[in-house]
């Protein structure tokens, strides 16, 4: 077994079903099952001072502890305790998302000459693939040790025409802890026919332990110097503005509510961020870091890196205080906050964009690491 475990030997593993992970690395229970009776399975894996649990159900990161500078260990990811309340209507909490993330305008694009009409289910526009998306599908799921690595490989086939998508994707998401406590997300995708793809992932973050409370005291840097700005259905209306002089500038780091509440009329539509940020890197062949989030009070860091050209920062301003996690606490507006790595949205519809095409014989790739401090 490769792996390194740290902390306090046994502690991490009390499940509902009680199962131990020591000696095993990952270890897979049942989660629970779908109405159909479809049985979800949950793995659990940990490397590096970092523990995760994971679903086949969306891919779902459904628990991601880590030490803050005491050494404690907390869940930073909000989520839920039970495959009931992921169906029941989750904000895509720790899930897969595919197979375009972000939104589509009208819920439509011209590809080759033909219109393709996709599922619209965010007002008039099409969100995060479509109202059964990649975070509503089951995942088959292999785990794997790999040197000083431990891992998961899920796959998935969507079918041509799924939620109005051409093409049968085959779709390969790898997430690897390394020896280092690092979680890397390695997306792969093949098609049939031309169609478009933008894979991401959906953890929504908060430094502090989820149910603790706001996260804009987090300080968050992002390097871009421009943004995309959208209309009041948050599609982007075209081309980059700069950052400087407005809330969005990141470049610096600075807490993330320092500006949230300044009326400007981007952040008025997003009721706070819910933005692309065009990454200065731009599109690498690499991943390349892009953004780190730090919380003061517990010492933990965030990094990402990644391959894309965009960054999408959410600062979960659509939680309402409805749905509640693993801790029994609610989750009220800005208890977390996402960074998407991703294509630009709506680029099916914005020629000037980083194409999102993907045609028979190329493969989609993507990496993103997310390092842990
Ligand atoms: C979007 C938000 C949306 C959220 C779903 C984010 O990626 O940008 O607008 O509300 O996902 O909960």
Request: hydrophobic share 30%.
């Amino acid at each position: 077994m490769s792996s390194r475990s740290s902390g306090p030997a046994g502690r991490w593993s009390a499940g509902p079903l009680g199962f131990s992970t020591r000696g095993r690395n990952p270890v897979k229970e049942l989660f629970g099952k779908l109405a159909d009776g479809t049985e979800i399975h949950r793995w659990s894996l940990e490397n590096g001072g970092t523990r995760m649990k994971v679903l086949s159900y969306g891919g779902i990161v459904q628990s991601l502890r880590t030490p803050d500078r005491e050494g404690r260990y907390a869940d930073i990811s909000l989520g839920f305790d039970t495959v009931e309340d992921y169906v029941a209507g989750s904000p895509y909490f720790g899930a897969l998302i595919g197979r375009y993330g972000n939104r589509i305008g009208a819920g439509r694009f011209t590809l080759d000459g033909t219109e393709y009409r996709l599922s619209v289910n965010d007002g008039d526009n099409s969100l995060h693939g479509g109202a059964a998306g990649f975070d509503r599908a089951v995942w088959d799921v292999e785990p794997f040790t790999d040197g000083p690595d431990v891992g998961l490989r899920l796959s998935h086939t969507s079918a041509d025409g799924e939620q109005g998508y051409p093409g049968t994707l085959d779709v390969r998401v790898t997430y690897t802890l390394t020896g280092r406590g690092a979680w890397r997300v390695d997306y792969e995708a093949t098609t049939d026919k031309a169609t478009v793809v933008n894979l991401t992932s959906h953890v929504y973050w908060n430094l502090a332990g989820e149910g603790s409370g706001s996260v804009h005291d987090h300080e968050l840097t992002i390097a871009a110097s421009r943004y995309t700005p959208v209309d009041s259905g948050l599609i982007p209306t075209g081309e980059p503005v700069e950052v400087a002089g407005t809330p969005f500038d990141f470049r610096t780091g600075k807490t993330v509510g320092a500006d949230l509440r300044e009326a400007d009329r981007q952040l008025l539509y997003a009721k706070g961020f819910d933005h692309n940020w065009v990454l200065d890197k731009g599109a690498t062949a690499g991943p390349e870091w892009v953004a780190t989030l730090t919380d003061p009070a517990s010492g933990r860091t965030l990094k990402i890196a990644t391959t894309e050209p965009g960054l999408q920062f959410y600062s979960g301003n659509f939680l309402d205080g409805t749905l509640v996690g693993p801790t029994g606490r609610s989750y009220r507006q800005g208890d977390a906050l996402c960074l998407e790595t991703q294509h630009f949205p709506d680029s099916p519809n914005k020629p000037s964009y980083p194409s999102t095409l993907l045609r028979p014989g190329q493969t989609y790739r993507s990496t993103t690491i997310h390092s842990f401090t």
